[in-house]
């Protein structure tokens, strides 16, 4: 029999004929072969929620069930592309989205690839073993890895140009059942690619935002979210880090947020210099676009693709950043799938699974040796924007989230009305990292480095109690050292903290660079204290120029230079 649709009800499927089938199995439907799941299976009636736009469906189209739940074709043709929330390849030059009619595969199936095999006929191989590479783009060499569940004898294997699906190899397993290898593994994107184990090794994701990779550092492997209501800034601070991260592969994930937002990346991506290697960062990177205007129940999808396409890469020994924007936007899609199943909503409307959900995307995250015999390790960092409705952190998605993650960067409202970028609240933020990251900073990085951090936050939290009471007393009755402080807490907010993704200087920070600045800073903390305590008076200290002066921190030019006035700073005695 047949299967065929008998209603449709928004995004809601009901069809006939689909006996037997499985719950969560993918379906097409249609002359367009839109993408469906199914969620319910009930006699003869069969409920399928629909990936795509159900406008061109009719009842009595034709259903077919693919046999197989919501997968991702992973090989090399993901760099450098841009992919719908279900994986259609979407075009890179026109920026739109979905062309109808045609049913385009995640991989490009007439690009021939250049396939060098490092493996030989008669090498015994297991899951994960690299049988040999495509050189993918400019930057990135794609493993083609013996596929999960096979191993055993290489019966052949060739070297040469191939297209994705020519099969490159075959393996003959102990009871003498050959495997043909292609350049495809196909992969359902809710189920966790398998890994040797899981390692804890610490070294720091470095973005050169300098806010974060100084105060809240999080390691390669790490999770972390910035929640911040409308407008604030997650959306560029996200951006900055899938351009700018010391990751091999950066993935980026545009979830439910507007059209033209990824439209930008589009625009912008392709021109930034990846500050590691020199060139265009498209070379590292894979977009997935699942804007508002698409269906609110591919933004689940979207996510666990690009959660999956970050574990193929991650076992090829890659290190991998993962951003999300945002989580908000899927978390809406799971309270829609929620409620057309009947769930009962708990808190806000959220299904009892929110946490579960939320827990099954940021536990991909981590730092592992991969499967296969060669020692390989790989990682996924996960950062995420949630977007809390009217600001309210204490909504259960920031809730949730807070608690399935490493560090919180708190973007704060008021900051960012006043024009400080990116607005992280340096109260409120946190990082679970830092003592473990220590070592390495101090190591590779600067002696003193947690030494001037701390004595930079302690400064701005001081800052913050003396202005509560500035603003009662006025600036100018305070105490000299009270007044000092709050004018190095100026400095440290306008040339440290603050930084302009939109300046080409500005933009990105080495963490050496950063480093200096934080000694600058320090050392400019340490002279004004030394020389109010000889005495002198805040008004007296040759403030003039020294204060001024600091906005060349911004400068690495200007460094040494600055770092001169700062020692030099009163020892005239003119
Ligand atoms: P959100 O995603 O939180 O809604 P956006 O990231 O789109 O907010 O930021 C809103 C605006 O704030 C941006 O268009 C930009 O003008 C400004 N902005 C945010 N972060 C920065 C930054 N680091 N440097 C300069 N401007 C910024
Ligand atoms: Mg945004």
Known sequence: MESKISAITGSIITATGLNGANIGNMVQMGPEGAYGEIISVSGDNTLIRAYEETIGLRIN?????????LSIELGPGLLSNIFSGIGRRLDMLKGNFLSKGEIILTLDRTKKWDFKAIKKKGDHVSSGD???GVQETELINTKIMVPPGVDGEILSISSGEFTVNQNIAKIKNGSGTATEINMIQTWPVKKRRPINSRLEVYAPLLSGQRVFDAFFPIQKGGTATLPGGFGVGKTVSEQQFSKFSNTDISIYVGCGERGNEMADVLNSFPSIM?????????????????????PIVAREASIFMGVTIAEFYRDMGYSVLLTADSTSRWAEALRQLGSDLGEMPVEEGFPASLFNSLASFYSRAGIVRTLGSDDRTGSITIISAVSPPSGDFSEPVTQTTLRLVDAYWELDKQLSNARHYPPVNWTDSYSLAVENLR???EQKIGKQFYVYSKKILD????????????SIVGRDALPDKQAAILRMADVIKLYLLQQNAFDEEDSYTDIKITYKMMEIVSKLIDKVNALLDTGIRYGDLKANSIWENMSNLRHKSALDVLEKQVSDLNTDKK
């Open 274 to 294: 990846d500050p590691h290697s020199g060139k265009s960062i498209m070379n590292k990177t894979v977009l997935i676009a699942n804007t508002s205007n698409m």
């Open 130 to 132: 690299i049988l040999g």
């Open 439 to 441: 070592p390495f900073y």
């Open 61 to 69: 189209d034709i259903i077919t069930d693919l046999g197989r739940p």
């Open 459 to 470: 400064l701005l939290r001081d800052s913050d109690k003396i202005n509560e009471i500035a």
